[in-house]
C-alpha cells in the first residue's frame, strides 16, 4: 500500500521537507505549489540492482539534480540518500515505494519499484533451486484444510496463518507441550502428481520466532494421510535460523495426485511463528544445478565395542512391549525371538492397515543418552513381504525426544534386506534410557520380519 504525505497549507509542507532533508540556512518561504514534482518524470532515475551472492540490495538515483529521492522501504523504512543499500536474508519478491521532493514539497504520487532476491541467505545448505520447470511446486497455490489446536490436548481456537507466494506463516498464541498438539493442514492447488516407483529430490526452509525442538513435516495425499505417506521427518529449529528439510532421491510408493502438507507445531513457545517457504519437489533425474551438502559419514561396525548397543544385545538387557492394533483394535502381541547373537525375528500373522498398528518395542534397562551428543543408528530389516517400516530411537519416556531422521518410514522390499541409517544427530535432551520402537502397520497376513545388526555409537568422523 502506498503512503501518501498530505499537508494543509505550504508552511507545513515545507516543515516537512525541512525534517527530511536536514537544510536549515535556506529560505523557503517563497514554496510554490504548482512546482512541487511529478514523480513519473523521475521514474526512469530510480534503479535497484541485487548483488544475488551477498542479498545486498542496492537503491540508487542518478541524473537529476533538481530533486532529491525518498525511498519507503517495507512501508515503514525511509531514506532520502541518492545511494543506499538493505540487506535481504529471505529469497522473494520486494517492492520499494518511490518519491521525489524539491525546495516546493514533495510529490502527491509515487512510483513502485520491484525486485527479485533469488536466495535465502543460509548457514548450511539452502535446498534445490525453487524457480526452475523441473520444481513440481513452483507456482502452486496452497488452501487450508483444517488445523488442530489442542494445548493439554483441549481444542482451542485455530492459530492465525498466511499463505503468501510460496510461503505459509502460522502464528500460535498459546503454547502447547506435545507432538501433535497443534496440527496444520494445507492442500495444494492442483498439484502435478507423484508418481510411484518414481524417485525425488525436495526441500522446504522453516524459520522459528523461537526455539521448537519438535517441528513435524510429512507430505501425503489429502483424501488417505495416513496410509499414503510420500514423506515425514522431524525438525529441530532455533530461533530465527533458517533450516533447509531436504531428501533426495526419495522413492514414492505409491501414486499421489491430492497433494497436502501437515506441519505439526506441537511443543511451541508462546506467541511464537513459523515461517515455511521454497518449497521443492522434483524428479531426482532432472538435475537442476544443485550442489548437495556433504553428508555425514559414518564407519558401522556391529561388534566394534564403540557399538552402545552391543551389550543389550549380549546381556538382553531390555524389556519388550508391543501395540498390534489391526483397525486399532489390539489382539494378541506377537512375539520377538533372540537367536542370541543381535538377531531378531517377529511374525506378524494378521494384516494392519495404518502406521503405528504394528509396534515392537525394546525398552533398554540402563542405556542413557545426552544432549549436545553426535549419534550414528543403523539397523537392518528383512521381510518375507513388502513393508513400510520405522526404527524410531527415542527417550522411554518420552515420545518427543527422539534421534532426529529415525520418526520417518523407509520401504523395505521383499526378501531384500534393507539397512536404515542415521548419522550425526542429536537429542533434544538427556535421556537416562532410551527404546527403540519398531513398526511395521500396513503388513499383510503373515508378514515374516527379521531385524539384525543393530549399531548405535557417539559418531566418529
Given amino acids: 500500500m502506498n503512503k501518501i504525505f498530505h499537508y494543509i497549507s505550504s508552511s507545513l509542507m515545507v516543515l516537512g521537507v525541512l525534517a527530511l532533508t536536514a537544510c536549515s540556512p535556506e529560505d523557503y518561504s517563497n514554496a510554490d505549489a504548482n512546482r512541487i514534482p511529478n514523480v513519473t518524470d523521475y521514474a526512469d532515475n530510480f534503479t535497484i540492482t541485487v548483488d544475488q551472492t551477498t542479498n545486498v540490495a542496492t537503491f540508487a538515483f542518478k541524473g537529476a539534480q533538481s530533486v532529491q529521492p525518498i525511498w519507503i522501504i517495507n512501508g515503514d523504512t525511509y531514506s532520502t540518500e541518492f545511494s543506499t543499500t538493505k540487506y535481504y536474508r529471505k529469497a522473494g519478491n520486494y517492492n520499494v515505494e518511490c518519491k521525489v521532493m524539491n525546495a516546493n514539497g514533495i510529490s502527491d504520487g509515487s512510483i513502485t519499484k520491484t525486485f527479485t532476491v533469488d536466495h535465502t541467505i543460509m548457514n548450511g545448505f539452502a535446498g534445490f533451486k525453487t524457480d526452475t520447470d523441473y520444481n513440481l511446486l513452483r507456482n502452486v497455490e496452497f488452501v487450508l484444510n483444517r488445523f488442530w489446536y489442542a494445548p493439554g490436548w483441549n481444542q482451542i481456537a485455530d492459530p492465525g496463518y498466511s499463505i503468501g507466494s510460496g510461503e505459509i506463516t502460522i502464528n500460535t498464541p498459546v503454547a502447547t507441550t506435545d507432538q501433535w498438539q497443534a496440527q496444520c493442514f494445507f492442500n495444494v492447488v492442483s498439484p502435478k502428481p507423484i508418481k510411484a516407483g518414481t524417485s525425488y529430490d525436495g526441500s522446504v526452509i522453516f524459520t522459528s520466532t523461537a526455539n521448537h525442538p519438535h517441528v513435524t513435516l510429512k507430505i501425503c495425499s489429502a483424501a488417505d494421510e495416513n496410509n499414503t505417506l ?83 544385545d549380549n546381556n538382553q538387557s531390555y524389556t519388550m512391549s508391543y501395540y498390534y492394533a489391526p483397525g486399532w483394535a489390539q489382539i494378541d502381541n506377537p512375539e520377538l525371538i533372540n537367536d542370541g547373537n543381535g538377531n531378531y525375528s517377529v511374525t506378524l500373522p494378521s494384516a494392519t492397515w495404518e502406521r503405528w498398528q504394528a509396534q515392537v518395542t525394546m525398552v533398554t534397562n540402563d542405556l542413557s543418552v545426552k544432549a549436545g551428543v553426535d549419534y550414528d543408528f543403523s539397523v537392518t530389516i528383512e521381510s518375507s513381504a513388502p513393508v513400510t517400516a520405522t526404527a524410531k530411537f527415542t527417550q522411554a519416556d518420552d515420545d518427543n525426544n527422539f534421534l532426529p531422521g529415525t520418526d520417518g518410514t523407509f520401504a523395505v522390499e521383499a526378501d531384500a534386506p534393507t539397512t536404515f541409517q542415521v548419522a550425526k544427530a542429536q537429542f533434544s535432551a538427556d535421556a537416562t534410557n532410551v527404546k527403540l520402537v519398531f513398526d511395521f502397520g500396513g503388513n499383510p497376513d503373515n508378514t515374516k520380519i527379521k531385524i539384525s545388526q543393530i549399531i548405535f555409537q557417539q559418531h566418529r568422523d
Wanted: with cysteine; charged share 25%; glycine share 6%.
Fill in 230 to 312: 510420500f514423506y515425514k521427518d522431524g525438525i529441530a529449529l532455533q530461533a530465527d535460523e533458517p533450516l533447509c528439510v531436504w531428501f533426495s532421491d526419495q522413492v514414492a510408493g505409491q501414486d499421489i495426485n491430492d497433494l497436502m502438507f501437515i506441519f505439526d507445531l506441537g511443543g511451541n513457545a508462546d506467541n511464537s511463528s513459523i515461517v515455511i517457504e521454497s518449497f521443492v519437489i522434483k524428479n531426482h533425474a532432472d538435475d537442476d544445478g544443485t550442489v548437495l551438502p556433504e553428508v555425514p559419514k559414518a564407519k558401522y561396525e556391529y561388534d566394534n565395542p564403540a557399538n552402545l548397543w552391543l551389550p543389550v
